[in-house]
């Protein structure tokens, strides 16, 4: 989700103090969690994760996978890979931000187009989203990398500002607790923001957020290109603090997300004049870039939470050595990178992580409001620390089914036997320990 840009400038160093303070921004991490790794692989992640200390995890959705054909009409296998990936990360303790981005085409009008035409159409599926995991996620980022082709088929400032305020009532109005992130924007792009602010933007979202990816993919966080205007460039390390800078001068004082940054491993060579903008950098080196990120972040009480970029190298290029596919703290064999232990050293100085969650359960089908009179479809995720005894599943406080193995669910066909009206379905999820919890929803036995 990377991509740099060439501007003209001067180069100078920067020599700040060299330790984490106390204050650090927040550790978090990008994860391929819901990337189509498979249940093992993510079972590995998130304990990995866990014991870093990270207290944060960035998830994904492409829009076009979960509600591909029609508007409502939603893909099981990737509902369900998303929920276990949240389940999984609710329990290990770990906070979520979920950023939801790339259109379907009865969306964006052709395949081609990653962009809604009608920005009604993204925030009616963020509500959905919003709905299904309430007071699971966090928080929402609100698209990725929007100011580039990759990500955004012409971007506009203009029309991003129109998806964000057709989206954030709605997704409030879902979730009222979770806090709406400004699409991480490739690169530190204050002009962006100034465009977007101008546009409306202001008020619409709860934290900006920026990927300050640097110049060739190798700029340490201390060098500071600046240019012509005497800015910081937007392709170093620093130039989020332009960034800060450019919202101030809007009275804007929301924080400021860092949703990724990182320096990938391969030994690529950045060369401009033939159009290879990414070059790599060794592991030694990457681990300690990232120790003096979190420490030039600690400088900044508006910076954070801060996510790692990425976790691991893209499974499915194993370990090519390209700069796409080399961004992980582990190889995707999962064998660490010495940034994996700076990694754990930018979170050690934070608070103590929240408490792991000994069981968690979502009860994803039937959802509440479900009017039926015939059969009801039962669905649920379910994560344990020493894994899941059982899943019971009960209407009007009476278990009608007990699975021990996932996928836990079942169809059944005696709720028409029931009497009309409102009924609670419930979902419970047990421990070896005897410890559970339990999930509800509302649903109503139509005459």
């Given at each position: 989700?990377?991509?740099?840009?060439?501007?003209?400038?001067?180069?100078?160093?920067?020599?700040?103090?060299?330790?984490?303070?106390?204050?650090?921004?927040?550790?978090?991490?990008?994860?391929?969690?819901?990337?189509?790794v498979?249940?093992?692989?993510?079972?590995?992640?998130?304990?990995?994760?866990?014991?870093?200390?990270?207290?944060?995890?960035?998830?994904?959705?492409?829009?076009?996978?979960?509600?591909?054909?029609?508007?409502?009409?939603?893909?099981?296998?990737?509902?369900?890979?998303?929920?276990?990936?949240?389940?999984?990360?609710?329990?290990a303790?770990?906070k979520?931000?979920?950023?939801?981005?790339?259109a379907?085409?009865w969306?964006?009008?052709?395949?081609?187009?990653?962009?809604?035409?009608?920005?009604?159409?993204?925030?009616?599926?963020m509500?959905?989203?919003?709905?299904?995991?309430?007071?699971?996620i966090?928080?929402?980022?609100i698209?990725?990398e929007?100011?580039?082709?990759?990500?955004?088929?012409?971007?506009?400032?203009?029309?991003?500002?129109?998806?964000l305020?057709?989206?954030?009532?709605?997704?409030?109005?879902?979730?009222?607790?979770?806090?709406?992130?400004?699409?991480?924007?490739?690169?530190?792009?204050?002009?962006?923001?100034?465009?977007?602010?101008?546009?409306?933007?202001?008020?619409?979202?709860?934290?900006m957020?920026?990927?300050?990816?640097?110049?060739?993919?190798?700029?340490?966080?201390?060098?500071?290109?600046?240019?012509?205007?005497?800015?910081?460039?937007?392709?170093?390390?620093?130039?989020?603090?332009?960034?800060?800078?450019?919202?101030?001068?809007?009275?804007?004082?929301?924080?400021?997300?860092?949703?990724?940054?990182?320096?990938?491993?391969?030994?690529?060579?950045?060369?401009?004049?033939?159009?290879?903008?990414?070059?790599?950098v060794?592991?030694?080196?990457?681990?300690?870039?990232?120790r003096?990120?979190?420490s030039?972040?600690?400088?900044?009480?508006?910076?954070?939470?801060?996510?790692?970029?990425?976790f691991?190298?893209?499974?499915?290029?194993?370990?090519?050595?390209?700069?796409?596919?080399r961004?992980?703290?582990?190889?995707?064999?999962?064998?660490p990178?010495?940034?994996?232990?700076?990694?754990?050293?930018?979170?050690?100085?934070?608070?103590?992580?929240?408490?792991?969650?000994?069981?968690?359960?979502?009860?994803?089908?039937?959802?509440?409001?479900?009017?039926?009179?015939?059969?009801?479809?039962?669905?649920?995720?379910?994560?344990?620390?020493?894994?899941?005894?059982?899943?019971d599943?009960?209407?009007?406080?009476?278990?009608?089914?007990?699975?021990?193995?996932?996928?836990?669910?079942?169809?059944?066909?005696?709720?028409?036997?029931l009497?009309p009206?409102?009924?609670?379905?419930?979902a419970?999820?047990?421990?070896?320990?005897?410890?559970?919890?339990?999930?509800t929803?509302?649903?109503?036995?139509?005459?």
């Amino acid at each position: 989700m990377r991509r740099s840009l060439l501007f003209l400038a001067l180069v100078s160093t920067l020599s700040l103090g060299g330790t984490i303070d106390a204050r650090a921004a927040e550790v978090g991490v990008v994860t391929d969690l819901t990337w189509g790794v498979s249940s093992t692989e993510q079972d590995r992640t998130v304990a990995e994760i866990r014991d870093t200390g990270a207290t944060w995890v960035r998830l994904s959705i492409q829009w076009k996978n979960v509600e591909p054909a029609l508007p409502g009409l939603y893909d099981s296998w990737w509902l369900a890979h998303v929920d276990r990936a949240v389940a999984l990360s609710n329990a290990a303790g770990r906070k979520v931000l979920m950023v939801v981005y790339d259109a379907p085409a009865w969306a964006s009008g052709s395949a081609t187009r990653s962009t809604p035409r009608n920005p009604a159409d993204y925030a009616s599926f963020m509500s959905f989203v919003a709905q299904r995991y309430r007071g699971r996620i966090h928080a929402y980022e609100i698209w990725n990398e929007q100011n580039t082709s990759r990500f955004w088929t012409s971007p506009s400032a203009t029309a991003y500002t129109g998806l964000l305020q057709a989206t954030y009532p709605v997704l409030k109005r879902a979730d009222s607790a979770a806090r709406v992130v400004f699409g991480g924007l490739s690169t530190s792009d204050y002009d962006y923001v100034e465009d977007a602010y101008a546009a409306g933007a202001r008020g619409y979202f709860d934290a900006m957020a920026i990927h300050p990816y640097t110049y060739c993919g190798t700029g340490s966080p201390d060098e500071v290109r600046r240019g012509g205007t005497g800015r910081i460039t937007r392709d170093s390390f620093l130039g989020y603090r332009e960034v800060r800078a450019s919202m101030l001068a809007r009275g804007d004082d929301k924080p400021l997300w860092i949703t990724e940054f990182g320096w990938n491993t391969s030994t690529a060579r950045c060369d401009p004049a033939a159009g290879a903008w990414q070059g790599g950098v060794s592991e030694q080196l990457q681990a300690s870039y990232l120790r003096r990120a979190y420490s030039l972040f600690a400088t900044d009480p508006y910076v954070g939470p801060a996510f790692a970029y990425n976790f691991r190298n893209n499974y499915w290029q194993g370990d090519q050595d390209t700069p796409e596919a080399r961004y992980g703290l582990v190889r995707s064999d999962f064998s660490p990178k010495p940034a994996l232990d700076a990694l754990r050293a930018a979170a050690a100085i934070e608070s103590p992580p929240p408490p792991v969650q000994p069981v968690s359960v979502t009860l994803t089908e039937p959802s509440s409001g479900t009017a039926t009179k015939g059969a009801l479809t039962f669905a649920a995720v379910a994560a344990a620390e020493g894994g899941v005894a059982r899943v019971d599943f009960a209407v009007d406080g009476t278990v009608i089914r007990t699975d021990t193995d996932a996928p836990y669910g079942f169809r059944w066909t005696g709720f028409k036997r029931l009497s009309p009206g409102p009924h609670e379905v419930e979902a419970r999820a047990y421990d070896a320990a005897g410890r559970v919890a339990v999930d509800t929803a509302s649903v109503t036995r139509l005459p």
